[in-house]
């Protein structure tokens, strides 16, 4: 058998099995947060004819809003690729000026071509009055566009067939009169075919459209699934495409794995060093790595054909970046794999920007820049990212110019987002104020179980019940404040104090230059409180003073926030009943300790000769017929520790 013929059958064998291995791809891709969501079999029927695809880190992500490019790039994958190969090199040169100057991504062109020559998608529109390229409309400022609702009914409702002329439907949507007349008839049919419908939201049961809104990939899924089931029964089957979309990543780093072997006759061998730079154009990866010696060297391949890994996870090549520490294959000049070493670091600075941008598989990421002292750092961020603003959960569009930022990086990803507003304000309760009045702890005041910690600035103002001359000295744990911060440090307060009645039996008093009352409130809990100045005390309404409280007297306290500015009580004294074990008897002190059932506590019991001692039939005792574990029961005055016995039972 000739060279010729073995080298043909040999490609054709190599052939064979890429194309098996994509299908098998195809048909077995899972994703990890799909099991339990509703388009299921939506996803899982577009992503195997290779309509739709996921992301790289395993997740479809069908809750995300799917943009223009995505929706016709999959739009078009449901025609005859020969059909879209065709019209796109009969007509691209009528585009490579728009390419160039909206940044159309590579992926994305030929689907572009195929869907404005079948009018799916105007080239142009008008934008008042002026002629705009539609290009303009795709991506803004380095990010995707999201599609909205009512231009995916024309996407879907053009390719189908349907016209926007001949029958007129109405529909029946609360929102009608937002709908673009232009989208009316598409939607229209659209409905009537039940692929696409309206929307409600709990508790109304009003039918909106909402044609502003975004679609959920998810519900993209739905809409290609029935869509491409009338288009089959046209007679056009849909296509498996394999090449790499946006924000749908592709699967060419399924074969890419193949092309591994797809190197010239030279050795293949291994090399370590640190990046130096990396280059993609033209489809095309130049890498430069330094060496440990300082010797720099370069390679080049075919992007798509370049094998990256990540510690142990798949990855691509624009998360290669500069001072990575590499491992990587080569065969003469020719890149064929890097393995990049798993890399974490923090980073402190101020923040500059958030925006989209493109990796060479044509995923579109969020990234973020830093400004790190001099420099300017960039990194991706993903959904599994964890956000923070003055210690809130949120997103990093929320995160403004200048604000300061803590950032945890692993593999280039930013793992966690600690944001510091340059300004900000939030309104809370006082929780805390440290000793040293450094910091104070808020809790927020539509959350009980959120609090939050800041700084305080050593030239903070503050502002109490309209008191500018206020102090921090003047701030009390339960004050209402609205604080300012710059960057999570608080510069102002504006304090108002919370009025408040609590009850309970007085259990202490303390008089001195700041007297303090402590009750015990009706959940059995001790509670102190300082006394204002100016307090005032009523004792069965009539006016009184401190010195006139006694110990168990049932109290109301006012209070504004933590200080009492007035006691209310009545002239008795209420008589506490504990049970309990005897634990020891001290007839010489007249002490007995005991046991209490209700709290396990130890208690001390003083009697007096006028202490009245019986059993539970009425017979009258003594100190003396009182052993350790026995059971009694003492009625007497709650001295806060102890109890004066004004009645002893002997229960057992």
Not at 6 to 30: D, H, N, P, R, W
Not at 548 to 573: F, M, P, S
Not at 635 to 647: H, M, P, Q, Y
Request: net charge negative; proline share 2%.
């Amino acid at each position: 058998m000739s060279q010729w013929v073995k080298k043909g059958i040999a490609i054709l064998i190599a052939v064979i099995f890429v194309v098996t291995s994509i299908q098998f791809s195809f048909g077995a891709e899972k994703f990890t947060d799909m099991s339990t969501h509703w388009s299921k079999q939506y996803v899982d029927e577009m992503v195997g004819k290779g309509i739709l695809s996921g992301y790289p880190d395993g997740k479809f992500k069908p809750e995300e809003a799917i943009t223009r490019m995505q929706a016709l790039v999959a739009i078009s994958r449901m025609f005859e690729q020969s059909e879209v190969d065709s019209i796109y090199n009969s007509n691209k040169s009528k585009y490579e000026s728009d390419f160039k100057e909206y940044s159309i991504p590579t992926w994305a062109q030929k689907p572009l071509v195929f869907c404005i020559e079948k009018e799916i998608f105007l080239r142009n529109f008008m934008d008042n009055g002026k002629l705009t390229s539609s290009f303009s409309i795709l991506v803004k400022n380095g990010k995707e566009s999201p599609a909205q609702r009512w231009e995916v009914a024309i996407y879907i409702g053009k390719a189908l067939g349907y016209s926007d002329k001949g029958k007129v439907y109405v529909l029946d949507f609360e929102d009608v009169k937002d709908i673009p007349s232009s989208a009316v008839p598409y939607i229209g049919a659209l409905v009537e075919k039940k692929i696409i419908s309206g929307q409600t939201k709990y508790p109304s049961d009003k039918l909106m459209f909402n044609p502003y809104g975004a679609v959920k990939r998810g519900e993209m899924a739905k809409i290609l699934k029935l869509s491409n089931d009338i288009i089959s029964k046209k007679g056009s089957s849909s296509n498996s495409s394999n090449e790499s979309s946006g924000s749908d990543a592709s699967n060419s780093s399924d074969a890419s794995k193949d092309n591994e072997a797809d190197t010239s006759d030279d050795a293949i061998m291994t090399i370590s060093g640190e990046v130096y730079s990396v280059t993609q154009a033209s489809g095309d990866t130049l890498l430069m790595i330094e060496t440990s010696k300082g010797t720099k060297l370069s390679f080049k391949n075919n992007t798509g054909s370049v094998v990256v890994k990540l510690g142990e996870k798949k990855a691509s090549v624009s998360d290669i970046a500069k001072g990575d520490n590499v491992k990587i294959r080569v065969s003469g000049d020719k890149l064929v794999s890097v393995d990049i070493e798993e890399r974490e670091e923090s980073v402190e600075g101020y923040f500059v920007k958030a925006y989209f941008n493109l990796g060479t598989d044509g995923l579109s990421r969020t990234f973020i820049q830093v400004k790190d002292g001099k420099n300017t750092r960039e990194f991706a961020i993903d959904g599994s990212s964890d956000i923070e603003i003055d210690g809130k959960d949120s997103s990093v569009y929320d995160i403004q110019e200048e604000d300061r930022v803590e950032v945890e990086i692993e593999n280039g990803v930013v793992d966690s987002l600690k944001a510091f507003s340059k300004s900000g304000r939030l309104t809370g309760f006082v929780k805390e104020v440290n000793a040293s009045k450094d910091y104070m702890i808020l809790v927020d005041e539509d959350d009980d179980d959120k609090e939050y910690k800041f700084d305080i600035d050593d030239d903070v103002d503050v502002k109490r019940n309209n008191d500018k001359s206020g102090t921090l000295s003047d701030i009390r744990v339960g004050d209402k404040v609205e604080i300012e911060l710059e960057y999570s440090v608080i510069v102002e307060i504006d304090a108002e104090s919370v009025s408040k009645d609590v009850e309970g039996i007085i259990k202490e008093i303390i008089i001195s230059s700041e007297p303090k009352i402590t009750i015990l409130d009706k959940n059995d809990k001790l509670k102190t409180y300082r006394v204002s100045p100016d307090f005032e005390v009523e004792i069965d309404n009539d006016s009184a003073g401190l010195y006139d409280l006694r110990l168990n007297y049932e109290a109301k306290l006012e209070l504004e926030t933590d200080l009492v500015t007035k006691i209310e009580c009545d002239d008795e004294i209420m008589v506490s009943t504990i049970t309990g074990e005897i634990e020891d008897v001290d007839t010489g002190d007249n002490i007995i300790r005991i046991r209490d059932n209700r709290t396990n506590k130890s208690v001390y019991v003083r009697y007096k000769s006028s202490t009245t001692m019986e059993n539970y039939n009425g017979k009258s005792m003594d100190e003396d017929d009182f052993d350790e574990d026995d059971i009694i029961s003492v009625i007497g005055e709650d001295k806060l520790g102890s109890i004066s016995a004004d009645r002893i039972i002997k229960i057992q």
